[in-house]
Every structure is written in C-alpha cells, then in structure tokens.
C-alpha cells in the first residue's frame, strides 16, 4: 500500500477513533442530565453542585459536565446527601435571629428563620424597574441587599441599578446608579457604593482603556455627591508602592467592599467614623479612604488572596474573607490593625472541603460565633471560636435535571429577632 494511502487511512481510523470517544463522552453527560441546555441552565449566576453531582453519576461525570459546560470544578467538596435549607442547628449555640439572604437564582431576597422557615420575600424583576434599559446576565438577580428600619429594601443588580422597595415589594425609588458588588447606607441615609468606568491610563496603558473603580456617595433622592476614583485616591497617598504591580488592562481593582465606618473605638487612630473601608480584589489590598479627601489614609496588602467582605470588628481588629489564600483554598481571617498579627482564622482541613474562589462573605455575632457564606458552593454556617459548625444552610436554589447547578449564594446575613416583624394576615 502507497505511503500516502497508508496516511490517510491512519488519519481516518484516529479521526474515528477521536469521535467515538466524543460521542462517548457526550452520551454519558446527557445520561447524567449534565449538558448546558437551557431547560437545564436558566439564567443567573450559578456554579456545579457537588452533592447533586455526586447523586448524578460521580466524580468522572462532575469533571466532564464541567468542562461541556465551561465551569470551574473542585474534587474536595462536602457532600450533602441531596438535603437543602437548614441542615444543622445545634440550636443551644448559635446567635439567634433572622437570616436575610441573596443568590444568583432570582431578583429575590428572602428572609428565614433558623430553621429555614420563610417569613418574607422581596422581589422585583429589573425590566419592571428599569423599564427599556438593556438587560443582561447580571440583572437577572439581587447582587447585594439591605434591610432598613422600616421594613424597606435597598436591592442591587450587578452593574445596572440599585432599588427601594417597600414591605410588599412595591417600588419606592430606582436609582439608574452602576453599583458593582456591595452598598451601604450612613447614619444620614445616603447610600455609598462602587462604580466602574473605561478610561485610557496612559502610565498603564496608552492604546487599551482600563476599568477604572469608583467610590460614589449618593443622596436619598439619587445625587451624586461625592465620586472618587480609588486609583487616584490610592496613587496621591504614602501607600502608592501598593499599586506594584498593576495589570496593564481590563479590570484592575475589582473592589468589592464597601463600609461605611461608625464605632470605631479602639481602632488605629486612620480609622475614624465616615472613612470607608474598600477591598481591590486584584491587588490583594484592603484600603482606608478618606472621601473628603479624595485620599486612601491607610491599606495593607496579604497574606490573603482576592479577598473578600473586610469588616471592622470593635476594638480595632478586621475581619476578611481570605478567598484563595489558605493553600488556594479558602479561610477566614481576623486581624489586628495595631500589629499586622492573624489572631484568628477558620479554614478547611483538608483545605478543599472549604472553597469559595470568587465571592464569599463573613460576619462577626454579638456571641462571638462567625457566619460565613461559602458563596460558590451555595452553603453558609456559623463557627464558634473554636471552629465548631453549630448552624448550617445550604442554598435550596437548585437547577438541573439532577440538582446538579447551585445558585452562587451571595451573602447571607444574621439580623436580631426584632429586625423584622411579618406583617399579620388580615
């Protein structure tokens, strides 16, 4: 047989070869009910779910669903045996409470009691909110929310706009604002958050707009009061050197926090009421601003990695969501101001039973104990200092024919018992 024809006949029997164990591969995805389809992927924010996986055919098909799909997979997650909603209550050690929280599923959030009861839902679509605005992936959900006083709700959807809604969820106000990430309210009801705008930096870039983040004040009404740029806050202050090295294009903050500080007593002298508190993902940096200023007046970067959530504990120590740090894991952190030192942390052992890449959440109760929201995996729970779980949930926002997809369960929130009260029925 001619050498040409004995090549085209191998490159046959390879190319068949090739295909069989495709088609292989893509039969046992369908059987598992693992293709992206969109019966089976609905819109919003959502990540592979390992317990439904694991009901859904195992590892192999956990691994072959994310790569058809394109999604991030982690071998080291803890099954849950296909449950939802709350999964433990010790019920003698938690702070007790409400429990406010926001997912990657709908324009919804919902409050539940410990043990996982609804009392309330929020819920407004942004096409009713913003009614011939451009709608995308991101505003098919609440990114952040918070409760106030008077039963209302501040609602964000991711980049597009921020809401006011009343106890029946009726809109008070639209506020066509691009806040990414987080929002927080003053003691004076202004409303603080981040935005993002493409701008040519030629000391980055000369030829390629980068995004650039903003630190934006506005007032009940929707003035903008105040609209600072953390690069140029960061660069004029004695922590410029923090900017080294700095991505030469696209989005090189990536902040994602936003405090408002109140009692700051026992703090670092930099730490006084109405400085905001700010995390740049992509510089591992947690800064200080001074929006008066228009100045960073203190920052400090690492040891975390693409941190989230910093939050100021009294008595001057900071609390983070450390994403990737432990390992390329995830773990939480409180640090003292004063000396830099880590006093505390929670994390996985093994590392990977506790992951959360790219979103996550943490808050410090009045007994002690830290609810953290395991955003990735759709799970939150509450640790005693000595690390203990005594309170688990795990997000009931599933997709999929076999569960296998978990909404990215933002953030969950702990509120005293009087926070709010459901309205009788008549």
């Known amino acids: 047989m001619p050498l040409r024809r004995r090549l085209a006949v191998l490159a046959l029997a390879l190319a068949l070869a090739l295909g069989a164990v495709w088609l292989l591969r893509a039969r046992a995805a369908r059987d ?12 919003g924010r959502w990540h592979l779910a390992l317990d439904g996986l694991t009901a859904a055919g195992g590892r192999r098909a956990a691994e072959e669903a994310a790569r058809a799909m394109s999604l991030p997979y982690s071998a080291g997650g803890v099954r849950a045996g296909g449950r939802s909603g709350v999964v433990f209550h010790d019920r003698a050690r938690p702070e007790p409470g409400l429990n406010l929280y926001v997912s990657g599923h709908a324009p919804e959030a919902i409050l539940m009691d410990m043990e996982g009861r609804r009392l309330h839902r929020w819920r ?14 991101q505003s098919g959900y609440f ?3 918070r409760l106030l006083p008077d039963g209302s709700l501040l609602a964000l959807y991711q980049g597009a706009g921020l809401v006011r809604l009343d106890r029946g969820s009726r809109l008070l106000r639209a506020y066509d604002a691009g806040f990414y990430n987080d929002l927080d309210v003053d003691a004076r009801g202004r409303l603080w958050g981040l935005t993002k705008e493409a701008r040519l930096v030629p ?11 903003f630190l934006v004040e ?7 009061l105040r609209h600072v740029s953390l690069l140029r806050a960061l660069r004029r202050s004695r922590f410029a050197p923090l900017l080294r090295p700095l991505p030469p294009a696209g989005d090189i903050f990536h902040s994602n926090t936003v405090e408002v500080l109140r009692d700051t007593a026992g703090a670092p002298a930099p730490f006084a009421p109405g400085r905001v508190l700010v995390s740049l993902r992509e510089i591992d940096t947690v800064a200080l601003v001074d929006p008066a200023r228009g100045e960073v007046v203190w920052a400090r970067r690492g040891p975390w990695d693409a941190q989230h959530q910093p939050t100021l504990l009294p008595g001057g120590r900071l609390l983070l969501f450390d994403n990737r740090g432990y390992r390329g894991h995830s773990r939480v952190l409180e640090l003292d101001l004063a000396s830099g030192e880590i006093v505390w942390e929670f ?56 569960g296998e997809l978990v909404a990215t369960l ?4 702990r509120l005293p018992p009087a926070a709010f009260v459901p309205a009788r029925a008549p």
């Open 32 to 43: 598992a009910g693992l293709l992206a389809r969109e019966d089976t992927f609905p819109p």
């Open 124 to 137: 407004y679509p942004f096409a009713r909110a913003f009614p011939g605005k451009r709608a995308d992936e």
């Open 143 to 145: 990114r952040r929310v």
């Open 203 to 213: 000391e980055l870039n000369p030829k390629e707009p980068v995004l650039e983040d």
């Open 218 to 224: 506005l007032a009940p009404d929707g003035r903008t």
């Open 347 to 402: 994390h996985g052992e093994p590392p990977a039973r506790f992951s959360s890449p790219e979103a996550g959440s943490c808050q410090r109760l009045a007994n002690g104990n830290t609810l953290i929201t395991e955003s990735e995996r759709g799970r939150a729970f509450e640790v005693t200092p000595a690390g203990a779980v005594v309170w688990e949930f795990r997000s009931p926002h599933r997709a999929g024919r076999h």
């Open 410 to 413: 933002f953030e969950v929130v």
